[in-house]
């Protein structure tokens, strides 16, 4: 592979190695991840709500971080929902099975998972 002339590039060939190297392994740490990030915004949510708090500094990095993906999960309920014919617990539930099968063969096997049509 080409040198890559920028950072951002560069790390995501990086991100994308590791995850050929050990896919479950990286899947598995970017769902913790996703989940850490909402975790968080619950978190900061509390301030808000219970204490009334609008002045945490962790507050507009949470909304920035879990928006993006809040709206990537909306997209993808509503996919399943009107393309699959999926209720959203049973959409968790095949990406659940999905991460648990995952294995280590040919990056083409894993296309699959993304269910590209």
Same mark, same amino acid.
């Given at each position: ?8 590039? +560069? ?5 994308? %190695? %590791? ?5 479950? +392994?990286?899947?598995?740490? &970017?769902?913790? /991840?996703?989940?850490? /990030?909402?975790?968080? !915004? $619950? ?7 219970? /204490?009334?708090? !609008?002045? /945490? @500094?962790?507050?507009?990095? #949470?909304?920035?971080? @879990?928006? %993006?993906?809040? =709206? @990537? ?8 929902? $009107?393309? +699959?014919?999926?209720?959203?617990l049973?959409? @968790?539930a ?6 648990a !099968? &995952?294995?280590? =063969? #040919? ?11």
């Amino acid at each position: 592979m080409p040198p890559m002339p920028r950072v951002p590039e +560069q790390a995501a060939v990086t991100r994308i %190695k %590791k995850h050929l190297a050990n896919p479950g +392994q990286e899947l598995q740490t &970017i769902r913790d /991840s996703i989940g850490e /990030s909402f975790h968080r !915004l $619950y978190r900061q949510r509390h301030l808000v709500l219970h /204490s009334g708090r !609008l002045d /945490s @500094v962790a507050l507009a990095a #949470s909304l920035r971080t @879990v928006a %993006k993906l809040a =709206g @990537v999960g909306m997209d993808r309920i509503t996919h399943g929902h $009107y393309v +699959q014919n999926l209720r959203p617990l049973d959409l @968790v539930a095949k990406a659940n099975m999905a991460l648990a !099968l &995952i294995g280590n =063969g #040919s990056p083409l096997d894993r296309i699959g998972f993304l269910e590209i049509n």
